[in-house]
């Protein structure tokens, strides 16, 4: 990443240059067909039954398949080959199911964007019922996700995947003799100290990113993990009178409450009617995979080291709306792969960009108009493509992204060593733009 200077043992890298945007909401929204933005609940149901028809044959073709798993119809050299094939046939079900459910969970939060239909009152139902079903407090996070829209790297004022800074891990404080404020030069002896305290040893750069796709979600939704750190300790989508709800919210978070205690009677009585295998198989694996698809998917559109985060005074909504990026799901593992993984997710990991310059275009007019306000925004030279969305992404992005300082109005990630691949470029003036209503 960079040269070392062995007389003053100074390590100095060569950065790469962001420039910040000075562009209006306006502009960008003007860029996109009018006819983007229509929303019809018709063909987003279709999407719906879709989804739920694709997950109905993988169930319905697996239970097919295992019965050809068997000794009179298939001879295998040992007997435990059936039970781990049949382990095997239920686990690539498990995987598929649980990426097209990621779809019907898009579906939920197009709902609480309002891009379902042109109705509130059906956006709300459909929404409350799609995510219920999948565990999700429905209008509990879709009032903190509104305000991550608002707010998107912004950072006290962001929901989720706000960055530590250096104090909040209780790092050695900046030095300006032996250190760079953003991070193209850093002494040995500071590299030394802050990869003594964040670096991972290849068993923990894989252990601490597997454990937060497996548990991240439930995790922000129930302890605010990952979240606004000016909220208190153990801060929960579940209760109303948490900060990041107004009074007004009281009954929504309650009905929210209610909908995941249905979805939770509803499991504990299938376990007790179907049994516990049965249920795990069918449902709860999927369901785990479901998060873990969420938690990755979002991880990545809003954290990489080209990423800039942003203090008060540097805060615009277009700004924030662009420190996003755009990712081919499952691309790593070829067209054909990624291909699957945007038709199985409604295409939320490929026009992330625009959905935060306007989240209520449903996903089918999304890939029409990222087309356009790419095509908009390519002067600028903002970086709104990263790499394939997979589990190789996440674990270079864990190793790359550590923290950022606590002095600057825009900041981007350092790795271990105390080094950041970009530095901000300012333009002369800014342009004041908060661009979104937070509460709907």
């Known amino acids: 990443m960079g040269r070392k200077n062995d007389d003053e043992k100074v390590t100095v890298v060569e950065q790469g240059v962001y420039p910040v945007p000075d562009i209006p909401i306006k502009d960008l929204l003007d860029a996109i067909p009018s006819h983007c933005f229509k929303r019809s609940a018709l063909k987003s149901s279709v999407y719906i039954f879709w989804d739920l028809f694709v997950i109905w044959g993988l169930y319905q073709a697996t239970i097919y398949v295992e019965t050809l798993i068997d000794p009179s119809v298939i001879s295998l050299p040992n007997p435990h080959l059936y039970t781990a094939a049949r382990i095997s046939l239920w686990a690539l079900y498990g995987f598929w199911a649980g990426l097209f459910a990621t779809g019907i969970w898009v579906i939920g939060h197009e709902c609480g964007h309002q891009a379902f239909s042109e109705s509130k009152t059906i956006n709300n139902s459909v929404g409350w019922v799609l995510h219920s079903a999948l565990g999700v407090p429905y209008h509990s996070w879709r009032i903190t996700h509104a305000k991550h829209h608002a707010s998107t790297g912004h950072m006290t004022q962001d929901q989720v995947f706000v960055p530590s800074t250096r104090s909040d891990l209780g790092l050695p404080p900046f030095d300006p003799t032996r250190e760079d404020l953003l991070g ?11 990869w003594e305290a964040l670096g991972d040893s290849p068993i923990g750069a894989i252990l601490s990113p597997a454990s937060y796709l497996l548990g991240g979600w439930p995790m922000y939704i129930t302890r605010n993990a990952s979240g606004q750190r000016r909220y208190p300790k153990g801060t929960s989508h579940f209760t109303p009178n948490a900060p990041m709800f107004s009074p007004n919210h009281f009954g929504q978070v309650i009905m929210s409450g209610v909908g995941v205690a249905i979805w939770l009677a509803v499991i504990a009585t299938s376990i007790y009617f179907k049994g516990f295998t049965t249920v795990w198989k069918v449902y709860l694996v999927p369901y785990l995979w479901v998060n873990h698809w969420l938690v990755l ?17 540097e805060f615009t909504f277009a700004r924030g709306a662009l420190a996003t990026l755009d990712r081919h799901l499952l691309g790593d593992l070829g067209s054909v792969m990624a291909w699957l993984g945007a038709h199985a997710t409604n295409g939320i990991s490929e026009t992330h960009v625009l959905h935060h310059v306007s989240s209520n275009i449903p996903h089918y007019n999304a890939w029409e108009a990222s087309a356009a306000l790419k095509k908009r925004l390519a002067p600028a030279g903002i970086p709104m493509d990263g790499g394939a969305g997979g589990w190789a992404e996440v674990y270079r992005v864990f190793k790359e992204c550590k923290f950022v300082e606590d002095e600057g109005d825009v900041v981007f990630f350092k790795n271990a060593y105390g080094l950041a691949k970009m530095k901000p470029a300012l333009p002369e003036s800014s342009a004041s733009d908060s661009g979104i209503e937070v509460e709907k």
Do not use: G
């Not at 998917?297 to 005074?313: E, G, K, M, N, W």
């Open 184 to 194: 193209a030069r850093v002494t040995e002896e500071v590299k030394k100290e802050l």
């Open 297 to 313: 998917i979002t991880f990545l559109q809003h954290t990489d080291p080209l990423l800039p985060h942003y203090r008060a005074s």
